[in-house]
């Protein structure tokens, strides 16, 4: 089993700046793949940005590239979204998630997910 706890959302208004945190534990946590996702009301859960705890490659979906950074820091099994330039449509529930192996896109392939942080942006 491995928890997921996110924390640091929030309200800002455009332009802002908000940093999400994710604190995993539980089994092993080393050997699975994280990732973000957002689901904004009425709408699917969709990627975000995703890493592995010992790979180097970081993946973002199209939407936050440029945006939004995600990182990692090991000694506290902790993942981050630093999230920069924020507009009104990146106003959702963020996830964070972990599956093991790598990263992938799907959510339905994730196994573990956390209860979700929002994530408001006013105009």
């Known amino acids: 089993q491995v928890q997921l706890v996110e924390s640091g959302g929030g309200l800002v208004q455009a332009g802002g700046s908000l940093r999400l945190s994710c604190a995993a534990s539980?089994?092993?946590?080393?050997?699975?793949?994280m990732g973000w996702f957002r689901q904004a009301p009425g709408k699917e859960r969709k990627f975000v940005a995703g890493?592995?705890?010992?790979?180097?490659?970081?993946y973002y979906g199209d939407d936050v590239q440029g945006r939004f950074t995600i990182s990692r820091e090991n000694a506290k099994n902790t993942v981050y979204l630093q999230m920069n330039s924020l507009k009104p449509e990146d106003t959702a529930v963020y996830y964070c998630?972990?599956?093991?192996?790598?990263?992938?896109?799907?959510?339905?392939?994730?196994?573990?997910w956390g209860q979700g942080t929002q994530v408001t942006v006013s105009a």
């Open positions: 539980g089994r092993t946590v080393s050997s699975y793949a």
């Open positions: 890493l592995t705890w010992n790979g180097p490659t970081i």
């Open positions: 998630a972990a599956r093991q192996g790598v990263v992938v896109y799907t959510t339905s392939r994730y196994d573990y």
